[in-house]
DNA sequence: TCTGGGGTCCTAGGACCC
DNA sequence: TCTGGGGTCCTAGGACCC
């Protein structure tokens, strides 16, 4: 059985150029919220040296004004994901789909012949009727079939696809692969290869199973396994069940004030709640953390997080507001340069399962039709006009987004206009 | 001046139970 | 010098992913 993983180029970046054809060919880059960091690059942009994640005061200075940024546009980038993955979803019995870029398609039982064939198929469809460059790499296993893909981009035919379709491409793919480019092999796990010998996936391949399974836990058992071609990471056909849902933003300077960063906390606490009842689950517990800048070296650093437990589920904004100020109260320190807090729900049940404590009426009728009612407003003026008293605007921490593009996909006031 | 946000999975260790 | 054993649940923290 094949599976393909599909992944689009320099997503974001191919995004914008969509909208924007004049960015075609030059050097892009898309900036992180708050215009922090740089999380996509176009092909232009990583040959001047702009690495992932570098801060954009931070782009080297003789390559600043050559490159064009652009803020990031999650409804446009969202839109554009569920077109393709609707295109490829067309084609294969089964797809996962991994992240906003990106899906591992089951290939199922396909002769080599059609699974290349399809892969192809794939390729041209998406360009075609979206616009979006991808590459596909085919393999036995997940694992490897992300490698095949990196490979597709490197070392491609061209069409930009690899298929690992026997034992002598696998051991050539492998053997291409240094070990910080294996899928699930981070920093930390990199260096304890490399300082123990092994250089490349091959060498992971071949390593001694009890060193792996001693120094890497099941986890590194798991990963040779699918390097040797043996399956070991499960499908998830379904959209994931959500264990937690979380909401934390820098702020876009430093905070002193406990009111203000309260506020803070109480619209990351309703936007939990909102995300809750999108999901139809309800959360058993609310957590709440505060951090200083760890960049700023002179600055005295503190960070802590606590947990509250609410009485019964619940998905309901004011009672998770309210367990999110007990909980903030808790931990908050005067005197420090807060840069970042963050609200996140733990234990979510789904909501019709929900058990009511008996003397807890959050989900009284009437509650639930002022929830309702809420949500459609906001919704339909896509921002929150109705609030809780406590929550406020978010006036004083607000999100850069110096650069940011048209949602031209979703947006009627913000269409392309093309002059004849 | 300015360094993302939202997730998952795993392990170790403590609390608690019978 | 000796201090039950086995199980579950919870939390904190680490590592990784996009």
Same mark, same amino acid.
């Given at each position: 059985?094949?599976i393909?993983?599909?992944?689009c180029?320099?997503?974001?970046?191919?995004?914008?150029?969509l909208?924007?054809?004049?960015?075609?060919?030059?050097?892009?880059v898309?900036?992180?919220?708050?215009?922090?960091?740089?999380?996509?690059?176009?092909? @232009?942009?990583?040959?001047?040296?702009?690495?992932?994640?570098?801060?954009?005061?931070?782009?080297?200075?003789?390559?600043?004004?050559?490159?064009?940024?652009?803020?990031?546009?999650?409804?446009?980038y969202?839109d554009?994901?569920?077109?393709?993955?609707?295109?490829?979803?067309?084609?294969?019995?089964?797809?996962?789909?991994? !992240?906003?870029?990106?899906?591992?398609?089951?290939?199922?039982?396909?002769?080599?012949?059609? $699974?290349?064939?399809?892969?192809?198929?794939?390729r041209?469809?998406?360009?075609?009727?979206?616009?979006?460059p991808?590459? $596909?790499?085919?393999?036995?296993?997940?694992?490897?079939?992300?490698?095949?893909n990196?490979?597709? &981009?490197?070392?491609?035919?061209g069409k930009?696809?690899?298929?690992?379709?026997?034992?002598?491409?696998?051991? #050539?793919?492998?053997?291409?692969?240094?070990?910080?480019?294996?899928?699930?092999v981070?920093?930390?796990?990199?260096?304890?290869?490399?300082?123990?010998?092994?250089?490349?996936?091959?060498?992971?391949?071949?390593?001694?199973?009890e060193?792996?399974?001693?120094?890497?836990?099941?986890?590194?058992?798991?990963?040779?396994?699918?390097?040797?071609?043996?399956?070991?990471?499960?499908?998830?056909?379904?959209?994931?069940?959500?264990?937690?849902i979380?909401?934390? =933003?820098?702020?876009? &300077?430093?905070?002193?004030?406990?009111?203000?960063?309260?506020?803070?906390?109480?619209?990351?606490?309703a936007?939990?709640?909102?995300?809750?009842?999108?999901?139809? !689950?309800?959360?058993?517990?609310?957590?709440?953390?505060?951090?200083?800048n760890?960049?700023?070296?002179?600055? $005295?650093?503190?960070?802590?997080?606590?947990?509250?437990?609410?009485p019964?589920?619940?998905?309901?904004?004011?009672v998770?507001?309210?367990?999110?100020?007990?909980a903030?109260?808790?931990?908050?320190?005067?005197?420090?340069?807060?840069? &970042?807090?963050?609200? @996140?729900?733990?234990?979510?049940?789904?909501?019709?399962?929900?058990q009511?404590?008996?003397?807890?009426d959050?989900?009284?009728?009437?509650?639930?039709?002022i929830?309702?009612?809420?949500? =459609?407003?906001?919704?339909?003026?896509?921002?929150?006009?109705?609030?809780?008293?406590?929550? #406020? !605007?978010d006036?004083?921490?607000?999100?850069?987004?110096?650069?940011?593009?048209?949602?031209?996909?979703?947006?009627?006031? #913000?269409?392309?206009?093309?002059?004849?």
């Amino acid at each position: 059985m094949w599976i393909a993983l599909v992944d689009c180029n320099n997503f974001y970046v191919s995004c914008e150029r969509l909208g924007r054809p004049s960015l075609e060919g030059k050097p892009v880059v898309v900036l992180s919220n708050n215009d922090g960091c740089a999380i996509a690059r176009s092909e @232009e942009a990583k040959a001047l040296g702009v690495k992932m994640g570098t801060p954009e005061f931070m782009i080297n200075t003789a390559v600043q004004d050559k490159i064009i940024k652009c803020s990031s546009n999650y409804p446009l980038y969202g839109d554009l994901s569920s077109r393709v993955m609707k295109t490829m979803a067309s084609f294969v019995p089964r797809i996962e789909v991994y !992240s906003i870029d990106e899906a591992f398609l089951d290939m199922g039982g396909m002769s080599t012949a059609s $699974v290349y064939k399809t892969a192809t198929n794939i390729r041209n469809t998406v360009k075609k009727n979206i616009g979006l460059p991808v590459s $596909v790499g085919i393999a036995k296993t997940k694992t490897l079939a992300k490698m095949a893909n990196k490979f597709a &981009k490197k070392h491609g035919d061209g069409k930009g696809v690899f298929f690992a379709a026997d034992e002598k491409l696998v051991e #050539e793919l492998l053997a291409a692969t240094r070990v910080e480019d294996i899928w699930g092999v981070g920093k930390q796990y990199a260096e304890l290869l490399r300082s123990n010998g092994f250089e490349t996936a091959l060498d992971v391949s071949n390593a001694p199973e009890e060193w792996i399974r001693k120094n890497m836990t099941v986890v590194g058992q798991r990963l040779q396994n699918e390097l040797r071609g043996i399956p070991s990471i499960d499908w998830q056909f379904n959209a994931r069940i959500k264990k937690n849902i979380c909401s934390s =933003k820098s702020f876009g &300077k430093m905070l002193k004030d406990k009111v203000t960063i309260q506020k803070a906390v109480c619209n990351y606490a309703a936007t939990c709640a909102l995300k809750l009842r999108k999901d139809k !689950s309800c959360a058993k517990s609310v957590a709440v953390f505060v951090q200083t800048n760890p960049f700023r070296k002179g600055d $005295v650093q503190y960070t802590r997080s606590i947990i509250v437990h609410m009485p019964s589920p619940s998905n309901d904004t004011s009672v998770i507001i309210k367990h999110a100020v007990q909980a903030f109260n808790l931990i908050f320190k005067q005197g420090y340069n807060y840069m &970042k807090c963050g609200v @996140e729900v733990h234990g979510l049940v789904p909501e019709a399962q929900v058990q009511l404590n008996l003397f807890d009426d959050s989900d009284s009728p009437k509650k639930k039709i002022i929830k309702s009612a809420m949500d =459609k407003v906001n919704k339909s003026f896509g921002k929150d006009l109705v609030r809780y008293a406590m929550q #406020e !605007s978010d006036e004083g921490y607000k999100l850069r987004a110096a650069y940011l593009s048209k949602r031209f996909t979703t947006n009627l006031n #913000e269409i392309i206009e093309v002059n004849l």
